[in-house]
């Protein structure tokens, strides 16, 4: 479903991101990128993106080969692919439900089905009750779970969530670490990226270990151990 292909990002001769970066998902999986801060994770996921150039390589997206996608027909691509922050990235003067409802609207939804889809991620994100909260009204935790329904309601085939747990306590951390394995059991393909060793361990699903922009170890049950 998703191959990087011997993918490298050079800076500078001094700032090299990726260097020779190659492994599959297949569909329906849950991977971990993981590595220290520096180690490429968010390069890998904006070069998925497309908001990004590999130096050398390719990254497919099933058979598309995503850099090499017409700018217009990027923004289609992206809709197949949910994307999850740290820090959010909520719309600070819309609602919780305006929030998700604007993505769908960007997506030329019809206003019937936004007020269909919308309560349901609601529901499936435990936040039916605080749908009409603004994002100041809401903890950290509840804002990214507004955040993941953002990012689900336009039933992607893949959610990448870099760093979703950088800004939580440990209660909201794993609250949203189930709320991935959730989506993941329901059908969606899961790329999490993180440094945090015991969210890895406990997970027990496979590990992609990047060190210096270089895949180290690439485990089914795998393990954090830098």
Do not use: C
Not at 65 to 76: M, N, R, S, T, Y
Not at 83 to 90: G, I, N
Not at 166 to 183: A, F, R
């Amino acid at each position: 479903m998703i191959y990087f292909d011997k993918v490298s990002k050079i800076y500078s001769p001094t700032s090299i991101a990726l260097e020779d970066v190659s492994f599959n998902i297949a569909p329906n999986e849950f991977v971990s990128i993981v590595g220290q801060s520096g180690a490429g994770k968010s390069t890998l996921l904006k070069l998925l993106l497309a908001e990004d150039r590999p130096t050398s390589g390719k990254v497919f997206f099933e058979s598309n080969d995503v850099h090499a996608i017409p700018k217009h027909e990027l923004p289609a691509l992206r809709r197949r692919i949910g994307a999850v922050f740290q820090d959010y990235r909520l719309l600070p003067h819309k609602t919780a439900y305006e929030n998700i409802a604007f993505a769908l609207e960007a997506a030329g939804k019809e206003e019937e089905d936004i007020k269909s889809d919308v309560p349901q991620v609601l529901e499936l994100v435990g936040l039916v009750d605080k749908a009409w909260h603004f994002p100041h009204e809401l903890s950290g935790g509840e804002k990214q779970r507004v955040a993941i329904a953002r990012a689900i309601v336009s039933r992607p085939d893949v959610v990448i969530a870099d760093e979703p747990t950088g800004n939580l306590d440990p209660l909201n951390t794993w609250d949203i670490i189930h709320l991935l394995e959730k989506i993941n059991d329901l059908g969606t393909t899961v790329m999490l990226a993180t440094h945090d060793k015991e969210i890895i361990n406990s997970l027990k699903r496979r590990v992609v270990t990047l060190e210096k922009g270089r895949v180290v170890r690439d485990e089914q049950r795998g393990r954090y151990v830098l």
